[in-house]
């Protein structure tokens, strides 16, 4: 195949393909045997991607093209256009190509970004740039597999823990990690009691608190999320009671955002999300700013009074 001109396609046999990158992508049967009805109605849609590895075309983006193809009576061929990739650019490539499609899940970055840091010897900056993500971005998906229990990795992988969940495990011990699973598994909670629950853990200060969530995992998180002040201080006036109200409310928000920005942030936004979010989050910049120097302003007053 030394023949083969990067960027032309050809007709491979089904037979003649490599699939060593094949770990870093999550089996999805229900997909393959949708693609195979589709395949079979209207054909190859488009060109799988590969790369030589001694003559051998080492799919990138395609492996559910393949998988379809080979359950097709009469399929023998793939059309398949050649790129030129060490392996560095090979994983690289494996995220990249499918950000306009299936986007890959979380896993399979954390899978790609390990290979990179820890087995290609990118440093993490480096990594980042490759894949065009944020250092932290990096940080994160290594996080999944080098600070997540291996039992919270096998559910990860095959389905039963949600990446948000999984996220939120990471900062626990590894003993903390398969407790709160436990509770999970136990109560049926859902991803978010169970990120409640993780959160819950993380704080408590004693044995005894991590055993009371664990053990009334509903009932902690309730009391948790119970907004303070929220009946009436019969010691406040009716204005400063709405103001104390107001005040709760609004530290609750200010509370989660905080959580949401430091745990997930751009993690979970696509590049649409993105760009219609941008103006916002310059807003709430702007105007937290101008309400945190007010309320700092006005505190100092209250309390030297």
């Known amino acids: 195949m030394f023949d083969w001109e990067v960027g032309e396609s050809r007709a491979i046999p089904l037979t003649a393909f490599g699939e060593r990158y094949r770990r870093y992508r999550l089996p999805d049967s229900v997909a393959e045997a949708a693609l195979a009805r589709t395949m079979s109605r209207y054909g190859q849609m488009a060109p799988v991607v590969v790369c030589l590895r001694e003559e051998t075309p080492e799919i990138l ?12 009576p009469g399929w023998t061929t793939l059309a398949a256009r050649l790129m030129a990739a060490d392996e560095r ?41 490759l894949l065009g993500r944020h250092k932290s971005w990096v940080c994160r998906r ?34 903390n990690q398969i407790e709160v699973l436990s509770c999970a598994r136990r109560e049926g909670l859902t991803t978010a009691e169970l990120r409640g629950v993780a959160g819950l853990v993380s704080a408590a200060t ?21 907004i303070p002040f929220s009946a009436s201080d019969p010691r406040l006036s009716p204005m400063a009671n709405r103001v104390s109200r107001q ?59």
């Not at 950000?99 to 390990?114: K, M």
């Not at 916002?280 to 105007?287: A, H, P, W």
Request: proline share 2%.
């Open 61 to 72: 983006d395609g492996f559910k093209r393949l998988a379809a193809a080979r359950t097709i």
């Open 142 to 175: 290594l996080a999944l597999l080098e600070r997540l229990d291996e039992s919270a990795r096998d559910e990860l992988r095959l389905g039963l823990l949600g990446p948000t969940a999984a996220r939120s495990l990471v900062p626990l011990p590894a003993g």
């Open 247 to 305: 005040l709760a409310a609004l530290l609750d928000q200010l509370s989660r955002m905080e959580t949401w920005l430091s745990q997930r942030g751009r993690a979970e936004l696509r590049v649409g999300d993105r760009l219609l979010l941008a103006e916002r989050f310059i807003r709430l910049g702007v105007d937290a700013g101008r309400v945190a120097d007010l309320a700092r302003d006005l505190g100092q007053e209250l309390s030297g009074s």
């Open 206 to 226: 004693t044995r005894q608190q991590v055993e009371y969530v664990l053990e009334k995992p509903r009932q902690a998180l309730a009391r948790s999320q119970a």
């Open 89 to 129: 650019v090979a994983k690289a490539a494996i995220y990249g190509l499918n950000q306009a499609g299936r986007h890959t899940q979380e896993l399979e970055e954390a899978w790609i970004v390990f290979a990179l840091v820890r087995e290609d010897g990118l440093k993490q900056m480096e990594a980042a740039e």
